[in-house]
């Protein structure tokens, strides 16, 4: 069983359109994440959700908004795709936010976006 | 500077032999540390957390030193299988939730 999946595995798109990538975790975790890893290989958070609830948001255009409908799903929406936005996501999720420095995160397998 | 620092590497190195990656970190108020193992194309997997008094895990030995902000991973007894890239982890603070901040990662080639 897939603890943490995430669909699409590709996706290839044009400048200017808008996609969604989704994720699901049936870990019972608390906390989920949206990584973004650059052709650098850097992994940066760029949101955190709590039980639905937001509470890590870093500096992201606000092009992206994360949803997360149940504490099973977070889904990203990425509007006006750039050239810049084509990268690596990956989700994530862990037991719980507070004690989450301590715990395992475990991360999805991730979406490999590349804009044209 | 960048929050953690890390050597990208390669270590190109024959099978049996020990091999040491160090990582450096900026933010003395960071409270847990990790190594995260990921391999080419795949996602990263926690290898191990390190504790200030150091931590083994059959070939892997962890160690942390907080003056000089300074963790390493000891790897013996190199097989084919730890050919990975890895990735020094430490916590940071934002508001009252922890986030994890990571190196660019040190990849390491492990030869028959």
């Known amino acids: 069983d897939t603890a943490v999946s995430q669909t699409p595995k590709y996706l290839v798109t044009q400048m200017g359109n808008d996609k969604s990538i989704k994720c699901e975790q049936n870990?019972?975790?608390?906390?989920m994440y949206w990584y973004k890893q650059d052709s650098k290989k850097f992994l940066k958070i760029m949101f955190s959700y709590n039980n639905k609830e937001l509470i890590i948001n870093e500096t992201v255009p606000n092009r992206f908004s994360p949803k997360s409908p149940d504490k099973a799903h977070l889904n990203l929406h990425i509007n006006s795709l750039e050239l810049g936005d084509s990268a690596v996501y990956f989700c994530?999720?862990?037991?719980?936010?507070?004690?989450?420095?301590?715990?395992?995160?475990?991360f999805g397998p991730g979406t490999r976006l590349l804009v044209l | 500077r960048k929050e953690v620092e890390q050597d990208p590497g390669p270590f190109n190195v024959p099978e049996g032999a020990t091999v040491a990656f160090n990582c450096t970190y900026s933010?003395?108020?960071?409270?847990?540390f990790f190594w995260y193992r990921q391999d080419c194309r795949k996602e990263p997997k926690l290898l191990m957390s390190?504790?200030?008094s150091g931590n083994e895990d059959g070939r892997f030995t962890a160690q942390l030193n907080r003056a000089s902000q300074y963790i390493s991973l000891l790897i013996r007894d190199s097989k084919l299988s730890d050919s990975a890239t890895y990735l020094c982890?430490?916590?940071?603070?934002?508001?009252?939730?922890?986030?994890?901040?990571f190196g660019s990662g040190t990849r390491l080639l492990v030869r028959p």
């Open positions: 870990l019972g975790h608390d906390t």
């Open positions: 933010n003395s108020a960071s409270q847990s």
């Open positions: 994530a999720s862990s037991q719980d936010r507070k004690s989450g420095a301590r715990e395992t995160q475990y």
């Open positions: 390190v504790y200030s």
């Open positions: 982890v430490v916590t940071g603070r934002k508001d009252s939730s922890y986030k994890l901040i």
